[in-house]
């Protein structure tokens, strides 16, 4: 059991776990408001004891890298089992307080719902999935018209698609497939920084769409399925390119 806790006028909440955190000020007296893990820590913070202060890195329990702690996964092997490690510079006055006589504290606190509104969580939001979905659709469409017309230089779409098709099925294979990439590319940029779990779902979405959009070409659904399995791959590859680039771009900026 956590609590969000205002240490100014003693006022806490129980962190509900469906919820993403948020540390919007204390509505009552505007006082920033910190986190305790269990009811331990609630009480140090109501008798106003100072927690040891968390550390900018993550530890990465995979490959024990270290990481910022704003991340969501390991920037070197992408695993999201991350620790956080305290500041060791204030271990030594956490260490000196007598936290003992806590057990037997008797105060008693007011406990109120401090109401503010959730953060916004993308990665459990359907309407981002929904967002990201459509960004990614107008991205693939918008390449692939461009890749057309430089195949089809200054000539104009011939009647017969089909036979435009198999005359110039690999340049068009080629279209397909970069601008696939390129729609999973630009559909998580987004946001600034998630998992490559949750980047490769949501870009992949894309590739679902556009295998399905086949069935409209041929009625065989053992090529409308190989298809959905081809697109769906390549989008997410483009989703995991995606996230290394905003991974890099965000650990370089800390530095």
Do not use: W
């Amino acid at each position: 059991m956590s609590f969000i806790v205002c240490r100014s006028c003693k006022k806490f909440v129980e962190v509900d776990e469906k919820l993403p955190l948020n540390f919007y000020k204390c509505e009552n007296c505007g006082h920033t408001l910190e986190f305790a893990a269990n009811e331990t820590e609630l009480k140090m913070i109501l008798n106003d004891i100072i927690l040891p202060e968390i550390s900018y890195n993550k530890i990465c329990a995979s490959c024990n890298s270290l990481n910022p702690r704003e991340t969501g996964a390991c920037l070197h092997c992408g695993s999201t089992n991350l620790h956080l490690q305290y500041n060791l510079d204030s271990i030594p006055n956490f260490n000196d307080l007598n936290v003992n006589n806590l057990e037997n504290d008797s105060k008693t606190t007011q406990t109120i719902i401090i109401q503010s509104k959730p953060a916004f969580s993308p990665r459990n939001s359907l309407i981002f999935r929904l967002f990201s979905l459509m960004i990614g659709l107008v991205d693939f469409f918008f390449f692939s018209l461009i890749g057309i017309q430089l195949v089809l230089g200054s000539a104009e779409l011939p009647a017969d698609v089909m036979a435009f098709a198999t005359q110039n099925m690999y340049p068009l294979m080629a279209v397909i497939c970069t601008s696939l990439i390129l729609a999973g590319i630009m559909s998580v940029m987004i946001i600034p920084r998630m998992s490559y779990k949750d980047s490769m779902e949501i870009s992949s979405s894309i590739g679902i769409v556009v295998g399905l959009i086949t069935f409209i070409a041929t009625k065989d659904l053992y090529t409308v399925i190989l298809s959905i399995i081809f697109c769906s791959i390549l989008s997410g590859i483009g989703g995991l390119i995606g996230e290394f680039i905003i991974h890099k771009l965000s650990s370089r900026s800390k530095n």
